[in-house]
């Protein structure tokens, strides 16, 4: 669960239900589980408008066969990145998601689908699926890929994307990966044409005692920009100016400065981000550079108990624009996981 | 119907903040068995580190779980072994197992701990002497 106060430069606070969570798991056998997560998102929004919004993000049946085969089928989460797949509010350092993990990588991010995923060796793991793809025609100069999340909401299959991760998690502390995600999306338009999309992702993470550091970088490639932003354009009236390139990256490193004292732990962090949703235009394009951004972000977590965090960061956003002030901003949250 | 086969000699010793029971592993006693280093296993969401842990017939296991975050599970699959390991800063919880059959045997997580619980897997492999 979590709660948000954000209080960026200029502008009011906003007070936040970000997101409230209900996991349900249930063993028909010792190889078939269901698992079920529901998203209850902004559900109390003061000073914008944006609604509410009711989620299914999860629900799928795995049927374990093998330790190194197994199959999962429904709404399941994208193997991609550090946060997709590992989103509990205590686990990760700053109130919100770093920006890669938005506008690149669209946590949180699920779609329907079918795939296989299993261990081999100490440590190797794999998952890899079909599932419905992103839908291009929302794609923005802005935001990357995050509004093009289906949700396995009347999802258009009528093309389809698959994605895959490697994982190395034989060492204690030490979690390194790949993650691929290649899918065909544009489907909305008429005459058809393709929007094929590739992203590929690195990512480790690694913690010892105290201190925990954090690695990700992602790289994100679209192809027929020119006609996708042409037939967005003409369809609402403005060209959404979608990059054929972006690309993003963090480093974080976090210390718990108090471990294991009776009133709790205290970490403090900072992050360098850099997500650039405008990296290379197809011919006659100028990249917006107002979304060439980077993002040195402080702050600390205090958990009272390791299922609870209390959160507060300092996020200095710059941007490339010279007439666009990126603003700072001053977070507030807290999560907790029952 | 693997149960049937073979025997597990489970203890539980949960070291809460050091108010740890005196004389926990009593339920070992009568178990004649060559024991080995203890085999510490880390839970985080969502591993177990190490997730493969080899042993042969009649060596009696002893593994300490630990937890990096929430409170996780300890399940072997088709034996009776399934516990609670503590939240971070809680301690640890220890289980003594003894095979006395060759095979491989799952454990997991039985705790439901996050969005990837179902992943949170692992394989005892016991080998014949
Ligand atoms: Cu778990």
């Given at each position: 669960m979590e709660f948000h106060y954000n209080k960026p430069e200029f502008v009011d606070g906003e007070l936040d239900f970000h997101r409230f969570v209900l996991l349900v798991t249930h063993r028909y056998s010792d190889r078939i589980r269901f698992v079920g997560e529901l998203e209850v998102a902004h559900a109390f929004v003061e000073g914008l408008e944006e609604a509410g919004e009711l989620e299914l993000e999860q629900a799928y049946l795995d049927f374990l066969f093998s330790r190194g085969l197994n199959i999962r089928a429904g709404l399941m989460l994208m193997p991609v990145g550090i946060i997709n797949e590992r989103h509990e509010p205590p686990v990760f350092y700053g109130v919100e998601r770093p920006l890669v993990d938005t506008?690149?990588?669209?946590?949180?991010w699920f779609e329907i689908g079918v795939g296989v995923h299993g261990e081999v060796g100490r440590g190797w793991r794999y998952r890899a699926f079909l599932t419905a793809p992103l839908?291009?025609?929302?794609?923005?100069?802005?935001?990357?890929?995050?509004?093009?999340?289906?949700?396995?909401?009347?999802?258009?299959?009528?093309r389809l994307a698959a994605t895959a991760r490697l994982e190395y998690v034989?060492?204690?502390g030490l979690t390194t990966g790949v993650s691929v995600w290649t899918g065909r999306s544009g489907f909305q338009f008429r005459p058809r044409f393709d929007v094929p999309v590739h992203l590929i992702e690195a990512d480790a993470r690694y913690s010892f005692d105290r201190l925990e550091l954090r690695a990700e970088a992602v790289q994100v490639s679209v192809g027929n920009t020119p006609d996708l932003n042409d037939a967005v354009g003409r369809t609402i009236g403005i060209d959404p100016n979608v990059a054929k390139t972006m690309r993003g990256g963090y480093l974080e490193a976090g210390y718990r400065v108090v471990s294991g004292a009776r009133f709790g732990d205290i970490g403090a962090f900072v992050r360098y981000e850099s997500v650039d949703t405008q990296h290379r235009m197809a011919d006659g394009y100028l990249p917006l550079r107002e979304f060439d951004r980077t993002a040195w972000v402080v702050g600390a977590t205090y958990w009272p108990?390791?299922?609870i965090a209390l959160k507060f960061d300092y996020t200095m956003l710059r941007n490339r624009s010279v007439s666009i002030v990126a603003p700072n901003s001053f977070n507030l949250g807290l999560g907790w996981w029952f | 119907m693997r149960r049937s086969f073979w025997l597990v000699c489970v203890s539980v010793v949960v070291s809460a903040l050091g108010t740890a029971p005196p004389g926990?592993?009593?339920?070992?006693?009568?178990t004649e068995s060559k024991a080995e280093p203890v085999v510490r296993i880390r839970a985080e969401r969502f591993t177990f580190t190490p997730s493969e842990v080899r042993t042969t017939v009649g060596t009696r296991l002893d593994i300490e779980l630990k937890s990096d975050d929430t409170v996780h599970g300890f399940r072997i699959i088709g034996t009776d072994v399934n516990v609670e390991v503590p939240k971070r800063g809680k301690g640890s919880v220890r289980v003594v197992f003894t095979p006395t059959t060759p095979g491989r045997y799952t454990f997991e997580c039985s705790h439901t701990c996050g969005a990837g619980h179902s992943f949170m897997r692992g394989v005892i492999i016991v080998e014949a002497k």
């Open positions: 506008a690149l990588i669209p946590t949180t839908d291009a025609e929302r794609f923005t100069a802005e935001d990357g890929l995050r509004d093009g999340r289906q949700k396995g909401s009347r999802t258009n299959a009528g034989g060492t204690p108990d390791a299922d | 926990g592993l009593a339920a070992q006693q009568g």
